[in-house]
């Protein structure tokens, strides 16, 4: 299966009219019309007020969407989950996968969408210095992403009968937002051609993830330690 080819990325609409007072306004188009603007002015608007006003609709009107720029903003990072998991119900392949290919499929198609909106994700997780600051835009997917995380590992959890053998769900989802985490930071440093060694960086994080709580064998640790110093230090 391509992930490339069916991605639904979430873009900028620049033929969205701003002169436009009286057109009917969406959640989308005025996510499109921020992310515009940010990549535009190289900042954030100063308010609420001069954002609804430089895009031709009322403050008013955009509280009937988001409470604040900040939610605007946390609202974007959930659109590009909603985004993903629209594509993957689309395929018929994915509810046949285990755990481990949902989640390597998820990761895939989430950095292909942010990739299409890589200049945008780039600024708003580098615009303060303070990066957790950064961060805090991601809540809502936070919470997203570990429910995702839970239902993986609740799932795998029923095809093992032994009750000792079963995994925390807590401590799965919790590991799986770290590894998010882990693998985004790679994507904004990865200069590889069409960012191949970051679905690598997937690929051995995953498996390694999955090995470590199955007990399995730490080939795959080492492997994963030796492709982090190759990428850093080569």
Not at 121 to 134: A, T, W, Y
Request: hydrophobic share 35%; charged share 30%; proline share 2%.
């Amino acid at each position: 299966m391509n992930q490339k080819e069916d991605v639904m990325a979430i873009k900028t609409n620049s033929a969205v009219k701003k002169d436009s007072t009286n057109r009917e306004l969406s959640r989308e188009k005025i996510i499109s019309l921020y992310m515009e603007s940010v990549l535009e002015h190289e900042k954030r608007p100063r308010s609420v007020y001069k954002f609804s006003k430089e895009n031709g609709f009322s403050e008013e009107q955009f509280y009937d969407y988001f409470g604040s720029l900040e939610g605007l903003q946390k609202e974007i990072w959930k659109q590009f989950y909603h985004s993903t998991m629209a594509l993957l119900v689309k395929s018929p392949e994915f509810d046949a996968f285990d755990t481990r290919e949902k989640l390597l499929t998820f990761y895939y198609s989430f950095f292909e969408i942010l990739t299409a909106n890589r200049s945008y994700v780039l600024f708003s997780l580098s615009e303060n210095v303070d990066k957790m600051k950064n961060l805090e835009q991601l809540k809502g997917l936070r919470r997203k992403l570990k429910g995702f995380a839970t239902e993986l590992i609740r799932e795998g959890n029923e095809d093992k009968p032994a009750k000792f053998l079963k995994q925390s769900e807590t401590i799965f989802s919790e590991a799986t937002w770290l590894q998010f985490l882990f693998i985004l930071k790679f994507w904004m440093d990865d200069n590889s051609p069409r960012f191949e060694s970051t679905d690598v960086a997937i690929e051995k994080s995953v498996n390694t993830v999955f090995d470590l709580f199955d007990n399995t064998p730490l080939e795959r640790v080492v492997d994963f330690g030796k492709f982090l110093w190759k990428e850093k230090m080569g």
